[in-house]
Nanobody, 114 residues
Framework: QVQLVESGGGLVQPGGSLRLSCAASGFAFSMAGLSWVRQAPGKERELVAG???????RYADSVEGRFTISRDNAKNTVYLQMNSLKAEDTAVYYC????????WGQGTQVTVSS
């Protein structure tokens, strides 16, 4: 079955950096597009970044130029490098795969605070 396991979240000061990882299994990873979606307290889920099977990327305006999504097909892992973090980036970050259904990881908490 499809499994998505996120890691790398934590507490970081404004202006700091974090790298999230999503280890995937149960599907043809190299042929799949994947996304990072976040949900802040009291808000709806927001698409942060996506990467296609061919490596084409797209970003939300709010993170463009600060976040970078990448993938390693040999490791079945997608990454989200987050730089210049702001308090408003505080959220639970989820990895998402859309196949025969929509699959989500368990999420990893990112807190940006001084």
């Amino acid at each position: 079955q499809v499994q998505l396991v996120e890691s790398g979240g934590g507490l970081v000061q404004p202006g700091g950096s974090l790298r999230l990882s999503c280890a995937a299994s149960g599907f043809a990873f190299s042929m799949a597009g994947l996304s990072w979606v976040r949900q802040a307290p009291g808000k709806e889920r927001e698409l942060v970044a996506g990467i296609s099977s061919s490596g084409i990327t797209r970003y939300a305006d709010s993170v463009e130029g600060r976040f970078t999504i990448s993938r390693d097909n040999a490791k079945n892992t997608v990454y989200l490098q987050m730089n210049s973090l702001k308090a408003e980036d505080t959220a639970v970050y989820y990895c998402r795969f859309i196949g025969s259904s929509v699959y989500w990881g368990q999420g990893t908490q990112v807190t940006v605070s001084s």
